[in-house]
């Protein structure tokens, strides 16, 4: 069956900072803008490539104590964030675990308070832009 | 150049060095408990002493 199931593992880095146990889950979109080069000989629409345009979500649990999820977000706000990694499973990275980068992605905005009577809170977050690169290399 | 220490397994072994690639991450870390900054030597200034106040009161006559 080609299907991943994700009990636990997945490794999610901001900066240098490890958020792995606080991650509930994460979707990165890896998208490239497709740009139209139809012409009057054209007999379909067709495109070529244009700039990356990727936007990762993410849901976290949300932490105010030192070091933990609201210490490593608060700041970025309003900031390029330079590298967010991401990666399937821990271990080394492989062609089956790649480690992906998103490199220079803008977080806009940061809900500082998400709280519900007796249910944990989180907070969801989105990156966007920057680029991806993959690193299958051990 | 300025040496740290992690005090989060966040970002590493605590008690290990931290090397920053540059000076935001280093403040960006340190503000949020991260890690922090190894003491260095003081470079306060000296002690008057009471030589020095002889000094001053011997300018401020002229």
């Known amino acids: 069956m080609a299907t991943t199931t994700y009990l636990a593992g997945t490794q999610f ?12 889950s ?17 007999t379909g ?11 990762l979500t993410a849901t976290l649990f949300l932490s105010y104590v030192a070091a ?5 977000l608060k700041p970025l706000v309003g900031t390029v964030i330079p590298t967010i990694t991401l990666q399937p499973a821990s271990g080394a990275e492989s062609a089956t675990n790649p480690k992906i980068i998103l490199s ?3 977080l806009s905005s940061l809900p500082v308070i998400n709280a519900t009577a007796g249910e944990l809170s989180t907070v969801d977050i989105t990156f966007m ?10 | 150049m300025d040496k740290y220490t992690i005090v989060s397994p966040r ?12 000076d935001a991450e280093a403040g960006y870390l340190l503000i949020g408990g991260f890690i922090k900054k190894n003491s260095t030597k003081s470079t306060a200034p000296r002690a008057i002493t009471k030589d020095d106040n002889a000094e001053v009161s011997a300018s401020s006559e002229d």
């Open chain 1, 104 to 106: 220079g992605s803008f």
């Open chain 1, 13 to 24: 880095l901001v900066g240098a900072v490890d958020l792995t146990d606080q991650l509930s």
């Open chain 1, 68 to 72: 933990e999820v609201y210490a490593t």
């Open chain 2, 11 to 22: 970002v590493g072994k605590v008690g290990a060095e931290f090397v920053p690639k540059d």
């Open chain 1, 129 to 138: 832009g920057g680029v991806v690169t993959f690193d299958i290399t051990p």
């Open chain 1, 26 to 42: 994460a979707t990165l979109s890896y998208t490239v803008t497709p740009l139209s080069d139809l012409t009057m000989a054209s």
């Open chain 1, 45 to 55: 629409t067709s495109f070529v490539a244009g700039l990356q345009d990727n936007e």
